[in-house]
């Protein structure tokens, strides 16, 4: 055996010996799951005979977490005894001082496995990692979570290089879509959107630079949200390649829940904690209490691009949303025609991406002797291949990019827009490591604007066989079959440093077309 299965599988070990035998599913279930298979295993936590009817209505106890972590293998590091402890000093909190320790008090939330946790290793899914020590100190927005009564219990899958819509790694493997087994749960914060669909968890925490939050957040039926870069602190996290780029894209700290109000609650939080003073590259802007929307909100409506037309799911998806909103009394300005071309704007995203003439990632890869994970090469452009950007073309990058800020600006303010809808991608989660480049959620990222992900309703063959279009070629191709029950939704996108106001067309929207997740 390679020396890097032979660490993969010391790990993998190490922490299945943590979970309690009275905690692990039967044989005869765990048979039936593999990346193959066309389950749906959301019932599986009221159906197993391991949780009691109460831990069945309160799922997110620990032992139900780690039952789901065998269905869908979405953990990465657990620390129950860790969290039990946390979980009773809060309460000691409580009966000392009569009040909570704040607005997250007992509160258990998850995390990617970026994220630093003192005592707790972070591999990101790299078996060279694996040879680091666990962490000394917690990420910023760790502390501020612990700050105000938050427990943190788990970490979940991600990506090799957090740069694929797959969440599989050499180091725990491949995090399966709870909704149907054989599709992506999404990347790079795939192991979160699981856990999350599963009510394994209430709230996680995740990382975006491309969609990383908003794309499980699609595939897995659940919402997500992209603030503005900046407005929640990025410091003391595990990076997955070389710091320092001179990129325009900043990455950005963004919830994943089950409601907007959950993503609210986490966004406030945080941004009313002063985070700038854990975090130099914070912006110095408290959260803003912006009163709910008491009119008709005027949104533009993106809806495809032909390099990736949308699937028939979708289309009936988007055309259902905005007839919705509009039958509400809202204002639909369509804006296709009128905005840079979208592929376009992607390439240019991973020009920016590309920016490492060092190729860390490679490097930590090579290192340890691990190979690539099958998505890898079907998530870059074909004529980026051994792209190297000189200084001189960074110049025209970013004049490219300024273009790009620029009309969208003209766009919001000439068209008095609130923000606009479009699609977060062309289709479903579709099969494993075919999911390719996420044009339609990187746009938010290159432009840095606020963004989230609203589920709204499921892929349907009878339904959708009325929007199939035998003028277009679907990438990845469409599969009605594999793809039946799958959750759609759309993106909502907001104007740039008003996460406030995001959020608040994020709950109208979601009223409106009565989102459940």
Known sequence: MPAWQTASAAKRDQNAAKIPKEWRLSEAILSTVNDEADLNVLDVPSTCGILSDREVELTETFDATELLERMVNCLTETFFDQALERAKEVDAYLAKNKKPMGPLHGLPISLKDSFNVIGVTSTIGYVEFLKRPAATNNSAVVSLILRHGGVVYVKTNLPQTMMTAD????????????????????????????????????????????????????????????????????????PP??????????????????????????????????????????????????????????????????KRPLHPSMVRCMKSAAKALTDAGNIIVPLDGLIPDLWEAAVLSWKYFLMDPKK??????????????????????????????????????NMQRAKIVHVYHNLMVENQLDGFIMPAYQATAVPHDSYGVPIYTVLPNLINYPAGSIPFLTANKSLDKDYIRDNVVYEPPYLPDAVEGAPTGIQVVGRPLKDEECLQMMEVVSKVLGSMS
């Open 360 to 397: 860390t990632p490679a490097g930590f890869i090579n290192d340890a002797g691990e190979p690539w994970v099958a998505s890898i090469p079907t998530c870059s452009f074909e004529e980026l291949k051994d792209y190297e950007p000189t200084l001189d073309q960074v110049f025209e990058m």
């Open 241 to 306: 390649g070389r710091l320092g780029a001179p990129s325009s894209i900043l990455p950005c700290i963004g919830p994943e829940a089950h409601s907007v109000r959950d993503m609210e609650l986490f966004m406030k939080t945080i941004v009313d904690s002063e985070p700038w003073d854990l975090d130099e590259n914070a912006l110095n802007i408290p959260w803003r209490v912006v009163e709910p929307f008491k009119r008709p909100l005027r949104l533009g409506l993106i809806t495809e691009h032909s």
């Open 167 to 238: 969440s599989e790694n050499n180091v725990f493997g491949r995090t399966l879509n709870p909704v149907k087994l054989s599709l992506t749960a999404g990347g790079s914060t795939g192991g979160e959107g699981a856990l999350i669909k599963l009510r394994g968890s209430l709230l996680g925490v995740g990382t975006d630079i491309a969609g990383s939050v908003r794309i499980p957040a699609l595939c897995d039926g659940i919402f997500g949200f992209k603030p503005t870069s900046a407005r929640v602190p990025f410091a003391g996290k595990t």
